[in-house]
Antibody, heavy 123, light 110 residues
Framework: EVQLVESGGGLVQPGGSLRLSCAAS????????VTWVRHVPGKGLEWVSV???????YYADSVKGRFTVSRDNSKNTVYLQMNSLRADDTALYYC?????????????????WGQGAMVTVSS | QSALTQPASVSGSPGQSITISCTGT?????????VSWYQQHPGRAPKLMIY???NRPSGVSNRFSGSKSGNTASLTISGLQAEDEADYYC??????????FGGGTKLTVL
């Protein structure tokens, strides 16, 4: 079964750090794009970051310089290191697999999602 | 404020059709074919319902359809069913940014 499982969420003080994990099964993260999306309670979804199969990484302006996405191919896991956390980073963080067509073209869509990891930044 | 504009709520009776709009700009919806729609039930992860404006992934009911005109994309659900009650989000590729989402629309089946 193709699935993603996030872990590592929790309560952290402003200025603190947290690392989220996204463990994949049923597919290989190293040959896929994996994206992080967050959902602020009562608000919409926000794209956060992506790691390409090449290892290239990209970030939303709101997290650039504070968040780092990486992966461990041996564990088939993607990570999101979050530093200098702020109250407005409080959200449910999802990892998701990017969706490709039959020709391997990236479609800016996500066909597999994890269950989410809640991050609360508060003193 | 979300990058793409969606109505906060829509409603319809079982069997009816409803349409949810998603308005962007020439930097996203108006230029790119990469518009997607997601369904999210409470406590569940989003589910991809439409990609590339009007394509349905395998397993998604043909009651769901998508379209686009200018800077506005639309999701239409025909033959409304109780199980369709959920939040719906649109997304689009945006030049220089990556991906942007709408604020979400709560669909109520009366």
């Amino acid at each position: 079964e193709v699935q993603l499982v996030e872990s590592g969420g929790g309560l952290v003080q402003p200025g603190g750090s947290l690392r989220l994990s996204c463990a994949a099964s049923g597919f290989t993260v190293s040959i896929n794009y994996v994206t992080w999306v967050r959902h602020v309670p009562g608000k919409g979804l926000e794209w956060v970051s992506v790691i390409y199969n090449t290892g290239s990484t990209y970030y939303a302006d709101s997290v650039k310089g504070r968040f780092t996405v990486s992966r461990d191919n041996s564990k088939n896991t993607v990570y999101l290191q979050m530093n200098s956390l702020r109250a407005d980073d409080t959200a449910l963080y999802y990892c998701a697999r990017d969706f490709y067509d039959s020709n391997g073209n990236y479609l800016y869509a996500f066909d597999v999602w994890g269950q989410g990891a809640m991050v609360t930044v508060s003193s | 404020q979300s990058a793409l504009t969606q109505p906060a709520s829509v409603s319809g009776s079982p069997g009816q059709s409803i349409t949810i709009s998603c308005t962007g700009t020439t930097s996203d919806v108006g230029t790119y074919k990469y518009v997607s729609w997601y369904q999210q039930h409470p406590g569940r992860a989003p589910k991809l319902m439409i990609y590339e404006v009007s394509n349905r992934p395998s397993g998604v009911s043909n009651r769901f359809s998508g379209s686009k005109s200018g800077n506005t994309a639309s999701l239409t659900i025909s033959g409304l069913q109780a199980e369709d009650e959920a939040d719906y989000y649109c997304s689009s590729h945006r030049s220089g940014v990556g991906l942007v989402f709408g604020g979400g629309t709560k669909l109520t089946v009366l």
